[in-house]
């Protein structure tokens, strides 16, 4: 069962209505393996859309619903997009600039199909999820149907998902965290409920009312649930809250049972270990034990295994993984190696096989649950006339986690206003990308490598006058 604001659809007719679309797909895409974007908020309309452009034996393209029209125009052509299926609210100043058919997923239910597509093939790439890279770059990832199925089947496996299960998604579609659990509820039989927001109060009030059993958030949407809530308890039938995206503070597990932190990435699917529903106390102060069918290693600077207990790089490998990027051969080469994904991350695996995650790749900021990466931003503000450097780093932030901050360098001339800095990158990034706190320096503080000097920089940020408005 879907279920969304006060609409519901049963299983046989959400396969129905996705049999529909697909075949009219097929005829408006007749050559297959075509990529179609999908632009939208959550809702059924857009779930429906996306299983039936995999169903019509296309790839699915979930779009980011916050990038601006340049930004979209990347993963255009990166992903060579034959179309987008776009949500009512789709901006009228994209279609030119991104120069593909755009179809409103509203009239996909009119007309009679004539055909039936063949079904998909469970090695046929099925979605590619899109992201900026370390290096600020555009940046896919090619999930089969396969992989989408295999890895939602070992979650299940290790949270114990059944079909008395309620699975609240307020994480959209467009990340794989999101997308992720709609597999899940589809390989076991659970109910998939879809928030309207992400917004704390209706998260809340759906789970007050018994109507889910497991909701997935990241650490900031939660810390806002739990202060909004005070010291009231969560209903028996709210078993767990699947918590990720970012670091977890111990006092919000201590205060809140129910979270589990779990660690994942979308190389591998999403999920790659999560402490368990119910589990003690240790297993609750760590990441918990790899899902089934999943291995770990911790690696040192030589690429040799540690011992348990001691930091390394996390390099996971195992069934609904990534093989590969799309398009980017150099970037694969790096982080695909001998069937295990190398992930930057630094983390250790105590004697009980737990993991603990020390710290996520070091040039990535999470700011309320989304990947900004400082290269791109840096490469946003140089782009500005008066500014000739730029080094950008996360700054704690107590409503989102992280926030972006700059330290910049401008040639002579009159002073100039943060304001007018977010006017000019207004149409180069989307918004939650702003840094916000800029510091204006003479130079750079830099290593004798030629490097910033990140702890200088830090320390300026810090103590740093932030830029008038």
């Not at 039989?189 to 497991?214: F, K, T, Y």
């Amino acid at each position: 069962m879907l279920t969304f604001a006060e609409s519901a659809l049963p299983d046989e007719q959400f396969n129905e209505k996705t049999l529909c679309m697909a075949q009219l797909l097929a005829e408006r895409f007749p050559e297959r393996h075509s990529r179609i974007g999908l632009w939208g908020e959550n809702s059924l309309d857009y779930l429906t859309a996306l299983v039936a452009v995999m169903r019509a034996g296309h790839v699915a393209v979930p779009l980011q619903t916050r990038l601006t029209a340049r930004e979209l125009a990347d993963i255009v052509r990166g992903a060579n997009l034959q179309g987008i299926l776009a949500a009512p609210s789709f901006p009228p100043t994209h279609h030119a600039a991104l120069g593909v058919p755009i179809h409103p997923l509203s009239e996909l239910g009119r007309g009679a199909p004539l055909r039936r597509p063949d079904e998909p093939a469970e090695d046929d790439v099925a979605v590619l999820m899109c992201s900026s890279g370390s290096a600020g770059r555009l940046k896919m990832i090619p999930l089969t149907l396969r992989s989408l199925l295999d890895h939602a089947r070992a979650v299940c496996e290790h949270l114990q998902v059944t079909r008395h299960d309620a699975w609240l998604v307020c994480l959209p579609f467009y990340h794989i965290g999101g997308l992720a659990i709609a597999f899940r509820c589809l390989v076991s039989g659970a109910s998939l409920v879809i928030a309207q927001s992400a917004e704390p109060d209706e998260i809340n009030c759906i789970l007050d009312q018994g109507e889910a059993s497991i909701v997935s958030a990241v650490p900031t949407v939660l810390e806002r649930m739990m202060q909004q809530r005070e010291s009231a308890p969560y209903p028996k039938s709210l078993r767990a809250i699947i918590v990720g995206g970012g670091p977890v503070r111990m006092e919000l597990l201590t205060r809140c049972p129910q979270a589990c932190a779990t660690y994942g990435l979308t190389e591998a699917g999403s999920m790659v270990t999560c402490a368990r529903p119910g589990c003690g106390d240790h297993e609750r102060k760590t990441c918990g034990l790899p899902i089934p069918g999943t291995e770990i290693r911790i690696l040192n600077e030589a690429e040799e295994e540690v011992k348990r207990g001691e930091a390394g790089e996390i390099v996971v490998r195992g069934a609904g993984m990534a093989q590969t990027y799309w398009g980017d051969p150099e970037a694969a080469a790096r982080t695909f190696r001998s069937g295990w994904i190398h992930t930057g991350d630094v983390g250790r695996i105590d004697e009980s096989g737990f993991l603990s995650v020390e710290a996520r790749r070091a040039d990535l900021i999470v700011s309320g649950g989304e990947n900004v990466y400082p290269a791109e931003i840096e490469a946003a503000l140089r782009e500005h006339p008066r500014v000739t450097d730029a080094v950008v780093l996360p700054l704690d932030d107590p409503r989102w986690g992280q926030s972006p901050a700059a330290l910049i360098v401008l040639s002579p001339g009159p002073p100039l206003q943060k304001s007018h800095i977010y006017s000019f990158l207004a149409g180069r990034l989307a918004r939650y990308k702003f840094p916000r706190k800029i510091v204006i320096a003479e130079k750079i503080p830099r290593l004798g490598n030629g490097k910033p000097d990140l702890k200088e920089v830090r320390r300026l940020l810090t103590e740093g006058e932030d830029a008038p408005e």
